[in-house]
């Protein structure tokens, strides 16, 4: 198992075009997060899921964004009539359920550079 | 809502000296707290948890719920703890808040 895995790993685009990536996070896990980064800051809360149900979402995640965990696996992130102010690391992480661990374990990430 | 404070942006320390990265967070209830580490070109990843009052790489951290503070300390820096520094807030048992970050470089 090599971890949880981004792809793709950089992403170009021009604004107003449609975005997807993709998450595969570590087998045993049944939770996995999304996370944004932008310069400077720590990472931002998004969603996550519980096997396949989304069970939160932040303020931050506009109808533009739409996550998918479907059969409780590998998830998608896609971002619709992307702005420049998307350009942003996305960080996709995965944990058992138990919290009193608190672990979370983040794939390298997906850059998005909107034009 | 939970809130976590990294005041410092940078911190540049010389080797062997003592290193702090100061941590603030606001929540009511009981938190619990964690740091967490990315070195360069690396992912980032759990350096420890205060529930575990563990050394970590010679890092140790310490609860003040009256200061509302998880300072991350270690009394002799090396070369290799040059990385971003996390500290990161589980409020509500579902997900991390994290703060902006300290970057830390260790000089020769």
């Known amino acids: 198992d090599t971890g949880v895995s981004q792809n793709p790993r950089h992403k170009i685009t021009k604004r107003g075009q449609n975005v997807t990536f993709r998450c595969d996070p570590i087998?045993?896990?049944?939770?996995l997060y999304w996370y944004r980064q932008t310069l400077g800051q720590g990472p931002e809360f998004l969603t996550y899921f519980q096997n396949e149900a989304q069970l939160e979402k932040s303020r931050l995640l506009s109808d533009r964004f739409s996550a998918e965990r479907p059969k409780g696996s590998f998830s998608t992130l896609e971002i619709q009539r992307t702005e420049q102010g998307d350009s942003a690391m996305y960080l996709c992480a995965s944990s058992f359920p138990d919290w009193n661990t608190g672990e979370l374990f983040f794939g390298e990430g997906s850059r998005l550079t909107v034009l | 809502a939970q809130r976590v404070t990294q005041p410092e942006k940078l911190l540049s320390v010389f080797k062997g000296a003592p290193v702090e990265l100061k941590c603030n967070y606001s929540?009511?209830?009981?938190?619990?707290l964690f740091w967490y580490v990315q070195y360069s070109r690396q992912r980032l990843q759990l350096l420890l948890r205060?529930?575990s009052r563990e050394s970590i790489k010679g890092f140790t951290a310490d609860l003040n719920k009256g200061e509302t503070s998880f300072h991350l300390k270690k009394p002799f820096a090396q070369e290799e703890d040059s990385a971003m520094y996390y500290c990161a807030l589980n409020a509500a048992g579902n997900k991390l808040t994290f703060g902006g970050g300290t970057r830390v470089l260790v000089k020769p």
């Open positions: 205060h529930i």
């Open positions: 929540y009511s209830g009981s938190p619990e």
């Open positions: 087998s045993e896990h049944n939770r």
